[in-house]
């Protein structure tokens, strides 16, 4: 079957749109900012028409409506990016592209490419983690992502602030300093220091203060989905980020669930460039046209 497929990676600072065949190999891509929804989808519409693909897979910054029964399936909600609220995304693509479309969430894009390819390859349940501009996660139980009425906003949920870090006001729109996107996303560390995430020393004291919040939200993640690894990736993730939040993860578990050995449970992406969601979306198109 010599097929091809689409991804559109539609971040909140910028989209990638790729090109990939059966065995998931990045043929062609483009990467633009994002930009108000006219801009934007003429320059998705434009790469798509000079590539042809069999099917298609969008993976979308959020809150966004994944439930494919809703009336308002394909609709960007309350996102902080003004500009695109009430913008439909399946039905600005389906004007141009008639071929089967998989609609999902950015970060269950990366989790479905860890899941096929990367760090959770050989296991059936995982959790990916973001942390970047936000933070988000997508679940995946057996070939499945976990949702109900929409997709999981994990970041959002609350936080319990670190002692060192109680006059910090939070980031977030919504929450402050009362959820894990408002204290622990890239944002949040480019307030406190001044520089961003990717650029700061490792040595920086704030990196303590990060990891204890990444292994709370581990912490959370183990107990309430018992996966069998869960990943990191985004903007500012580091392997010596990871072994603080590995330690953090040990001290608040104080031993009461039991995990595999925590290099194998608590990983990073092995993708180059946090690619793990143009692979899954690859995977997710190719299924359609497997049904």
């Known amino acids: 079957m010599n097929k091809k497929f689409g991804s559109i990676e539609a971040g909140g600072t910028k989209f990638i749109c790729a090109v990939g ?6 043929l ?7 930009k108000n929804p006219k801009e934007t989808m003429n320059l998705v519409k434009d790469f798509f028409e000079q590539n042809p693909v069999d099917a298609l897979s969008i993976g979308t910054f959020g809150p966004v409506d994944i439930n494919q029964y809703s009336p308002t399936y394909g609709e960007i909600l309350a996102s902080p990016k003004k500009a695109w609220c009430g ?14 479309i998989f609609f999902t969430t950015d970060v269950n894009s990366s989790a479905y490419g860890e899941y096929i390819m990367g760090s959770a390859k050989t296991v059936e ?4 983690v973001t942390v970047g501009t936000g933070i988000g996660a997508g679940v995946i139980q057996n070939d499945k992502f976990t949702g109900g009425t929409t997709h999981l906003e994990i970041g959002h949920s609350f936080v319990n602030q670190h002692t060192d870090d109680k006059a910090f006001s939070g980031v977030c729109p919504y929450h402050g300093n009362k959820c894990f996107e408002g204290v622990a996303a890239g944002p949040s560390i480019e307030m406190r220091t001044g520089i961003k995430g990717e650029k700061l020393s490792k040595s920086h004291s704030v990196w303590t203060i990060e990891a204890y919040y990444l292994a709370q939200l581990a912490y959370n ?9 869960i990943i990191f990736g985004g903007g500012v993730i580091n392997e010596k980020l990871i072994e603080k939040v590995r330690a953090q993860f040990e001290v608040i578990n104080a031993g009461y669930v039991t995990v595999p050995a925590l290099d194998k449970f608590i990983t990073i992406s092995t993708f180059q460039d946090n690619a ?11 299924k359609l046209l497997l049904v």
């Open 21 to 26: 065949n059966s065995q998931y190999e990045i």
């Open 28 to 34: 062609k891509t483009s990467i633009f900012p994002t």
């Open 87 to 100: 913008f439909n995304f399946i039905k600005s693509v389906e004007y141009w592209f008639s071929k089967p």
């Open 125 to 128: 349940s995982c959790i990916y």
């Open 221 to 229: 993640l183990r107990v309430n989905f018992a996966p069998e690894k």
């Open 276 to 286: 793990s969601a143009t692979i899954g979306n690859f995977a997710l198109a190719q």
